[in-house]
């Protein structure tokens, strides 16, 4: 389902001098996978994600989601296939404060260029357990509940691939379990492929395939 | 969820920054709003006022003086005028082309403790004959009195008509009376004779509201209203000259027929006149006037009872008059009746609507000119004021647009959304200004009403006030283009490594 191949990327710094970040000769998951790519903090794991999610453009090499290549795409092409396709779960969550826990959902909606229920919004809050605190705003939430809306408003597009990175960072270790539980067993109930980024090996152990991010890139690490 | 209502979440989550320019932006709409209705509803007023009649007739000087003391009850009276020019219209050089004449004899008021309202001595005509605007039809409007009242009698002498405003502020109602003061807001009271009231007139939004209207015929017959003799023989002169010979001797025929009778001020009988009035004075105290007449200090509200008694009406060569409100018979007349009096010495006829016309133009509008640009500048400062605070906040929003993007926000998504946010935050400030610029209209209503006569209410609009909302609109989507813009160019991977 999802398909990198030869993706290179590199950054400019201000001296001119090229920085490359990735080069990924493959990687392939397949529908209704669970894997982690397990990587150092700094190593390129989030810009990985972002190039997956069309978010940063790539210098060579192709990625390609349900056979759309997503770098051929013009942005505003990437940004509708984003919308349909892809959900992204942030490490710091990224809720917008204005919102209430519904209307954060319901964001994820906006930008798709479809009619879609909004009670699916709902359902999907009932689902990770914030069914009593839809119009509660995220100040009003705690940690895990913030995380919780934030995998709801990935999800509600009903996408065929999860980018989730480092989503259990800011929670403390109590919570991180009832996190990485709920993502595996909503994407399960949704048929969606989860492809998760950490840093933390008690989360990668937890998953049936786990990558490693500086033997699949052959950038060298910075020391 | 809609743009709109991410951009009105984006407004209520800088609540304060929000509130306070678009507060700003609603001062100056309200400002905007009241120069233009109250310029609007003033001009429509102050037209509507000299409407009705062609030529106003009076001593030479400023027209423009004569127009405000005339129809506005502005300003001093030049001076007055010989008699016979009124008579001129009821039957004389001019009479053919006359549909209407009404003199008007100013100089005295009526004064409260807190006003003081001119006093207008005239003929009952100004009511039953001269209408004072127009309806939205475009039939004329004429003068109705409330309730239990009626327009005084060209017999009773001592009969008054009051405009809304005096008698609401000045507490008189239908069988009350009063004494005049000699002059404009003087101290000298005519307290031999008083008025009777006879009839209020209802509120017509005219400078008429706020004066009274007396009966000449009495009004002459107060003290220091008559011509020496001597002083009528220079005014017989005088207007042989204006006359011509032709007309010399057909004046001297009217003042010499009409100032032989005596006026039974109850029936309306004419009755031959005694000598008396040859005297000097011309005039002869009642015994029941006497009666009922009450020492008052100022213009003294007098106990209701009304006696207007008999009077020997002032000889015609004895009186003068202000000023002459002429309707023609027909508007070809307009150009020959107003060259011929102004080729004279000592009057002039002005057409009150061309002098208000110019007036609007070359005063009032230039000023309305300026505060309306002040008003725009307002809310100029006012839109910048939006511009600002948005901008202002982009910095910590790029993070919110950067989201945004990353859930499949197009650039141009994320550009329109701050765009709404500034055109609701105009929009919404520019309908609480309207609103708000009505309501200090409606507050400030009756003050400009007791003082001008002008009538203002929260429903008066301007139809420039068509123009605000789209204008806004147009502001709001320039001052939001620059934080629109950088909106647009929002780095999503750098936004959303910065949180």
Same mark, same amino acid.
């Given at each position: 389902m999802l398909l990198l191949e030869n993706v290179k990327k590199a950054y400019y710094e201000p001296s001119g001098a090229r920085l490359p970040i990735l080069d990924i000769p493959c990687l392939e998951v397949a529908a209704t996978d669970q894997v982690v790519i397990r990587g150092q903090s700094g190593c390129g794991k989030t810009t990985l994600l972002h190039a997956i999610a069309g978010l940063t453009p790539i210098d060579a090499g192709s990625i390609q989601l349900r056979g759309v290549n997503i770098g051929r795409l013009p942005e505003a092409g990437r940004d509708r296939f984003r919308a349909r396709h892809i959900g992204y779960v942030f490490q710091t969550f990224n809720l917008l404060a204005g919102f209430t826990a519904l209307e954060n959902v319901l964001l994820g909606m906006t930008f798709i260029g479809q009619k879609k229920d909004p009670s699916r919004a709902q359902d999907l809050l009932a689902q990770v357990g914030l069914g009593h605190r839809l119009n509660h705003k995220p100040a009003a939430l705690s940690v895990g509940e913030q995380q919780?809306?934030?995998?709801?408003?990935?999800?509600?597009?009903?996408?065929?691939?999860?980018?989730?990175?480092?989503?259990?960072?800011?929670?403390?270790?109590?919570?991180?379990?009832?996190?990485?539980?709920?993502?595996?067993k909503v994407c399960l109930q949704e048929n969606v492929a989860l492809l998760l980024v950490t840093h933390a090996d008690v989360i990668s152990s937890q998953f049936p395939r786990v990558i490693d991010f500086a033997t699949m890139n052959q950038v060298p690490i910075p020391s | 969820m809609s743009f709109w209502k991410i951009a009105w979440r984006n407004i209520q989550q800088r609540a304060l920054a929000s509130s306070?320019?678009?507060?700003? @932006? *609603?001062?100056?709409?309200?400002? @905007?709003? /009241?120069?233009l209705v109250i310029h609007g509803v003033s001009v429509r007023q102050f037209e509507q006022d000299a409407e009705g009649y062609h030529l106003i007739v009076g001593a030479k000087g400023g027209k423009l003086q004569l127009v405000l003391n005339t129809v506005f009850h502005l300003s001093e009276p030049i001076e007055?005028?010989? +008699?016979? +020019?009124?008579?001129?219209?009821? !039957?004389?050089?001019? /009479?053919?082309?006359?549909?209407?004449?009404?003199?008007?004899?100013?100089?005295?008021?009526?004064?409260?403790?807190? !006003?003081?309202?001119?006093?207008?001595? &005239?003929?009952?005509?100004?009511?039953?004959?001269? #209408?004072?605007?127009?309806? #939205? !039809?475009?039939?004329?409007?004429?003068? &109705?009195?409330?309730?239990?009242?009626?327009?005084?009698?060209?017999? /009773?002498?001592?009969e008054a008509v009051l405009g809304s405003v005096v008698a609401r502020r000045g507490g008189l109602r239908v069988g009350d009376r009063f004494h005049a003061t000699h002059g404009l807001g003087g101290e000298d009271v005519h307290d031999q004779n008083a008025f009777t009231v006879v009839g209020i007139l209802n509120p017509t939004g005219t400078a008429n509201d706020r004066a009274l209207f007396v009966n000449m015929e009495g009004f002459y017959l107060l003290g220091n209203h008559e011509l020496s003799h001597e002083q009528a023989t220079q005014r017989r002169q005088v207007m042989a000259t204006e006359h011509g010979a032709h007309l010399e001797h057909h004046t001297d025929t009217d003042l010499d027929t009409s100032a032989g009778h005596d006026v039974d001020a109850?029936?309306?009988?004419?009755?031959?006149?005694?000598? !008396?009035?040859?005297?000097?004075?011309?005039?002869?105290?009642? /015994?029941?006037?006497?009666?009922?007449?009450? #020492? *008052?200090?100022?213009? *003294?509200?007098?106990?209701? *009872? #009304?006696?207007?008694? =008999?009077? =020997?009406?002032?000889p015609e060569d004895l009186r003068e008059v202000t000023s002459v409100l002429v309707r023609l018979a027909d508007d070809m007349y307009l150009g020959h009746v107003k060259d011929t009096i102004n080729e004279g010495q000592v009057a002039q006829a002005v057409a009150p609507t061309y002098e208000i016309t110019t007036?609007?133009?070359?005063?009032?509008?230039?000023?309305h000119a300026v505060l309306l640009v002040l008003t725009i500048l307002i809310v100029l400062v006012a839109g910048i004021s939006i511009l600002v605070s948005i901008y202002n906040s982009m910095n910590e929003r790029s993070h919110d647009i950067a989201v945004m993007r990353a859930l499949g926000a197009s650039r141009w998504a994320v550009m329109a959304i701050v765009l709404f946010e500034s055109i609701l935050l105009s929009v919404s400030s520019g309908l609480a200004g309207i609103v708000l610029g009505h309501a200090l209209i409606a507050i400030a209503g009756p003050h400009v009403e007791a003082r001008t006569g002008v009538v203002l209410h929260f429903f008066q609009f301007d139809t420039w006030e068509l123009v605000v909302i789209p204008s806004l609109i147009a502001l709001a989507s320039l001052v939001g283009l620059l934080p629109a813009i950088t909106a647009y160019r929002t780095d999503v991977a750098k936004s959303l490594g910065n949180s």
């Open positions: 919780r809306v934030a995998v709801a408003r990935a999800l509600v597009n009903k996408p065929d691939l999860l980018l989730a990175d480092e989503p259990t960072a800011n929670i403390d270790p109590a919570h991180q379990q009832q996190v990485i539980d709920l993502l595996r | 306070l320019t678009g507060l700003s @932006m *609603a001062l100056g709409v309200a400002a @905007m709003i /009241a120069v007055n005028i010989p +008699y016979a +020019y009124y008579k001129d219209f009821v !039957d004389g050089r001019f /009479a053919d082309f006359t549909e209407v004449a009404v003199p008007y004899c100013l100089g005295d008021s009526y004064t409260t403790d807190t !006003d003081s309202f001119r006093i207008v001595g &005239t003929h009952p005509d100004l009511f039953d004959k001269l #209408p004072y605007g127009n309806h #939205p !039809d475009g039939s004329s409007k004429y003068y &109705t009195f409330q309730n239990g009242g009626r327009n005084f009698h060209p017999d /009773a002498f001592f109850e029936d309306g009988t004419v009755t031959e006149q005694s000598s !008396d009035h040859e005297n000097g004075t011309g005039v002869e105290q009642d /015994a029941n006037a006497k009666q009922n007449e009450e #020492p *008052a200090a100022g213009s *003294a509200l007098v106990a209701s *009872a #009304p006696n207007p008694g =008999q009077r =020997q009406s002032l007036l609007l133009d070359r005063i009032v509008g230039p000023i």
